[in-house]
């Protein structure tokens, strides 16, 4: 799905990303850990085409990804869970917030809200339409961030942290809602046991190159 | 200075909508859907920086900061105040909506004029050409705010000249203390994050 | 921050369209601030309290709203009176009192008192986010909509940031005073802020972008008038048309 070969990202005056380079196959779940600072969430905006690193090839869904109308394609296909869910939940509604993705997408008011429903359901957060964003709790925003982005019935899924801020329910709910769906996805935790539970496999970036250990 | 409702005279509430409107919708045109959430955060900045109090001699006066928004948003800093502005006036009935056009156009006339003359010598290399722009665009965006205050109120009497007198004197205080935080909230921004003083302009 | 305290409730007002809300709103204040006769000002207060009986919202906190407009009216009390031209009908120690400056501060106490009144009433049960999807339905320009709508969004979250960084100041010891320090020190809490926020706007838009944003927001709420609200809005407009007649 995801072929990236020799990044090399500056930050800085130093190489954040120096030759990385990194695939990502059909029901992959990766766990991607590393040290503060180590270019974990870098890699993830690279492949989602918020930065551009400055040499190396970015391959995706078997496509050169260059400029910005070539990741405008797969952004839907990819879904992003940002570190921050307020950065995430910008709408005053949940409903509003989980039906932004699939209205871009160019469903029907009625499609999206249908759609907005069924993701909702499956994260047993029924009844949450309604609800203003800012009024949510920690743990609930982190969901319904989840569903805004499943919202897209993306292909793979990238989470930057997602387990920062949530009590153990929440995360051992965040844990069953991944294992129980057959999505691919990679995700940056420093949460070990969180790790293990959800990832087939664990890269470390570090000194600029990734390894599988 | 908001001016409550109930004051002012048809033409001169008229006036000032009208005017906030065409600026607004100028300002609406030369901001592009990326930039929009940029504005509505530094406008949400702007509202919560109003609630800080700070003393000047025995009272307190809340901060404006309308100049430092014209340095930060040019033109755009017409919609962030009405957006601010608006929001005040329902959530906490400061100022008003029949005076919402003219206390925008109030607010944001000299925040515009100062963020343009003074951007000049915002990015200067000669600290002190700095010092005088930031703090003149601070200040002189809360002088001008109160002149044409005063001016509303003498435009729709003769009997509001003493009150518009005592407006413009009590922006003086107010006047240096936004210069002085102006100042120190550009070098700020200057060292931390200096992609911000580019402008959107 | 006590905000949006008359939202909950389940008067009529509270359930009315919130169109007919801003419309009235919006004719309401113009009839009143224009007007020019003490009688019509009195009739239009009556009016206002009357909403506000009618939405049944708290009268403590009516009050202390009332009373942070009214600072202002106090000091033209104050001024307007000594200052006006034209006949003077008596004195207070050595100062004359104008019968015309009487006239006006009274004429703009009550005018304003009726108009935040009935800002409160009608308006202020009602949530922002209702507003502004009533707003975008009644021809305002999108970007402003949608201005309003991260605005408002996101003052909680810098609220909350403010707050915090207050708190951190303050158990290090700092004590607001009329200096640099502490011009220097708010100054650098706003920066601070401002900083922050340019950088969340940065994510925010790269979040958006993630989830196919292509320069256009939807608007999913939709409102329909019912009878109960044609009437309310019929009614209301026969009173401001009311107001106009008083002399």
């Known amino acids: 799905m995801i072929r990236l070969r020799a990044i090399r990202f500056k930050y800085n005056s130093t190489y954040l990303l120096d030759g990385l380079t990194f695939h990502v196959e059909p029901g992959d779940r990766i766990g991607l850990v590393g040290p503060n600072g180590a270019g974990k969430t870098t890699l993830c905006h690279i492949i989602m085409g918020l930065l551009k690193p400055e040499s190396g090839e970015v391959e995706i869904f078997g496509k050169q990804r260059k400029v910005e109308g070539d990741f405008a394609e797969i952004r839907g296909r990819i879904g992003f869970l940002f570190q921050d869910a307020d950065d995430q939940l910008f709408c005053p509604t949940v409903l509003e917030d989980v039906a932004f993705g699939p209205l871009n997408l160019g469903k029907s008011p009625d499609e999206a809200k249908q759609i907005v429903a069924r993701t909702l359901e499956s994260l047993q957060l029924e009844g949450f339409e309604e609800r203003l964003t800012y009024q949510l709790s920690g743990g609930e925003k982190r969901l319904v961030s989840l569903a805004t982005v499943l919202a897209m019935e993306p292909e793979l899924l990238v989470l930057d942290e997602p387990t920062t801020g949530l009590d153990e329910e929440t995360t051992q709910r965040l844990v069953e809602i991944l294992r129980e769906s057959n999505l691919s996805y990679i995700l940056i935790s420093h949460d070990k046991d969180f790790v293990q539970k959800t990832a087939d496999k664990i890269c470390e970036i570090k000194d600029g190159t990734i390894r599988f250990i | ?201 | 921050m006590q905000i949006e305290e008359f939202a909950p409730g389940e008067s009529f007002i509270h359930r009315m369209d919130p169109r007919v809300k801003i419309t009235a709103t919006v004719v309401f204040s113009i009839v009143v601030a224009l007007h020019s006769s003490v009688n019509g000002e009195l009739a239009a207060l009556a009016l206002a309290l009357v909403l506000v009986l009618a939405a049944r919202i708290g009268f403590g906190s009516v009050l202390r709203r009332l009373a942070v407009v009214n600072v202002f009216t106090v000091f033209l009390w104050f001024l307007l009176p000594f200052t006006a031209r034209g006949e003077a009908i008596g004195t207070v120690g050595p100062l004359a009192v104008y019968g015309e400056g009487v006239d006006q501060a009274l004429q703009i106490t009550l005018k304003s008192n009726a108009i935040v009144l009935t800002v409160i009433a009608l308006l202020g049960t009602s949530r922002i986010f209702v507003l502004v999807h009533a707003l975008s339905h009644m021809g305002v320009p999108d970007k402003l909509v949608h201005l309003l709508f991260f605005c408002y969004r996101y003052l909680h979250v810098i609220h909350e940031e403010y707050g915090k960084l207050v708190k951190a100041m303050k158990v290090r010891g700092f004590i607001p005073r009329t200096d640099l320090h502490t011009y220097r020190s708010y100054a650098y809490l706003v920066g601070m802020l401002l900083v922050r926020s340019f950088d969340r706007s940065k994510r925010i838009v790269a979040a958006m972008k993630c989830r196919g944003f292509k320069d256009r927001f939807y608007i999913l709420h939709h409102y329909d008038m019912r009878r109960s609200d044609y009437v309310l809005a019929a009614c209301s407009f026969v009173a401001a048309a009311g107001l106009l007649v008083v002399r």
């Open chain 2, 1 to 201: 200075m908001h001016i409550a409702e109930g004051v002012l005279s048809a033409p001169v509430l008229a006036t000032g909508a009208a005017l906030t409107a065409g600026a607004t919708v100028f300002g609406l045109k030369r901001m592009d859907y990326e930039q929009l959430p940029g504005v509505a955060v530094l406008s949400a900045v702007f509202f919560v920086a109003a609630l800080i109090h700070v003393p000047v001699g025995p009272v307190a006066a809340h901060l404006v900061l309308n100049g430092l928004c014209g340095l930060l948003l040019g033109w755009l800093a017409f919609p962030a105040i009405l957006v601010g502005l608006t929001l005040q006036a329902i959530l906490f009935n400061f100022g008003g909506l029949t005076t919402l056009g003219l206390n925008a156009f109030n607010m944001g006339a000299p925040a515009v004029l100062v963020g343009y003359v003074c951007s000049f010598g915002l990015n200067s290399a000669n600290p002190a050409v700095r010092t005088v722009a930031e703090f003149s665009a601070g200040a002189g965006a809360v002088l001008l705010s109160g002149i044409l205050v005063a001016c509303s109120l003498v435009v729709t009497g003769e009997s509001f000249q003493t009150a518009a007198w005592l407006v413009v004197a009590a922006h003086v205080p107010v006047m240096v203390v936004e210069g002085i935080v102006t100042v120190f909230i550009v070098e700020f921004v200057r060292r931390v994050r200096p992609e911000m003083l580019q402008g959107y302009a």
